[in-house]
């Protein structure tokens, strides 16, 4: 993958060679404007970014996703091993991709559907608030086929999520300032990936359900400045 990127990637848009020199252009200028009226109405500043209440707010919403992705990595194939007690290891192994496989097409879905409508923010509250119900029904432990299920449902949430968040940051924060906000949500919020096992077992399923349904409550604080931002 490495070597095709390195060769087939175009750096920026005026380098797009699938794109008609009309295409390029305009795309070009859009995004230039777009950059323009983001400094305009935030500024440029790294350091400015790091104190703006909605890079904070990112940083909480990506905490409770860093956590329930890192702790259900680390206990989805024994919680699949608990309910399919006569399963092989293989087919364990098996079992265990089917979260993953719906995570792939979900999160594909809902980040194609708010690229396509330039809402974000009930997007991203959605897929917390899935994430949560699937966590949630794991924990009440059902059947072992509901349970799998269930797994599906956590994981195509909270990955889901992901591709939307990502696409936040960015539209109120450009250039350094983008450059260091995105950098400090990612050292900040991972912290909750290194502890999402740790509280899951101390803790267990419940937690990783209310960590998600705050994720959904925070994310719908978030106030609408612009399309891309809504």
Same mark, same amino acid.
């Given at each position: =993958? ?11 848009? @005026? ?8 295409? @390029? ?6 995004? +230039? &404007? ?7 109405? *935030? ?6 970014? =790091?104190?703006?209440?909605?890079? !904070?707010?990112?940083?909480? /919403? ?19 091993? +608990? ?8 087919? /364990? ?6 979260? *993953? ?21 009930? *997007? ?16 009440? +432990? ?18 889901? =999520? ?19 906000? /995105? ?22 399923? !419940?937690? #990783? ?10 994310? #719908?604080?978030? @106030?609408?400045?612009? &399309?891309? +931002?809504?």
């Amino acid at each position: =993958m490495g070597i095709a990127v390195l060769f087939y990637l175009d750096n920026q848009p @005026r380098d797009a060679r699938w794109l008609s020199d009309e295409q @390029r252009l305009w795309l070009v200028e859009r995004m +230039e &404007r777009e950059q323009r009226e983001r400094q305009d109405r *935030h500024g440029p500043d790294r350091w400015l970014a =790091m104190v703006q209440p909605r890079v !904070w707010l990112l940083i909480a /919403i990506y905490f409770t996703v860093a956590a329930g992705s890192n702790a259900g990595g680390a206990c989805f194939p024994t919680l699949i091993k +608990e309910r399919f007690t006569t399963a092989t290891n293989l087919q /364990i192994g098996l079992l265990g991709a089917l979260p *993953h496989l719906c995570a792939v097409v979900c999160m594909s879905l809902v980040g194609i559907n708010s690229d396509r409508t330039g809402e974000r923010r009930r *997007h991203l509250a959605g897929s917390a608030l899935a994430a949560f119900l699937g966590w949630a029904l794991i924990a009440c +432990e059902l059947s072992p086929v509901v349970s799998l299920a269930d797994l599906c449902v956590a994981q195509a949430g909270m990955m889901s =999520m992901l591709p939307v968040f990502r696409a936040v940051p960015s539209s109120f924060l450009s250039g350094a300032a983008a450059a260091g906000g /995105i950098a400090l949500i990612n050292s900040v919020a991972n912290i909750g990936g290194f502890f999402g096992a740790t509280i899951l077992g101390q803790f267990g399923l !419940w937690s #990783m359900a209310a960590f998600l349904l705050a994720g959904s409550l925070i994310t #719908m604080t978030m @106030r609408r400045e612009s &399309r891309a +931002e809504t």
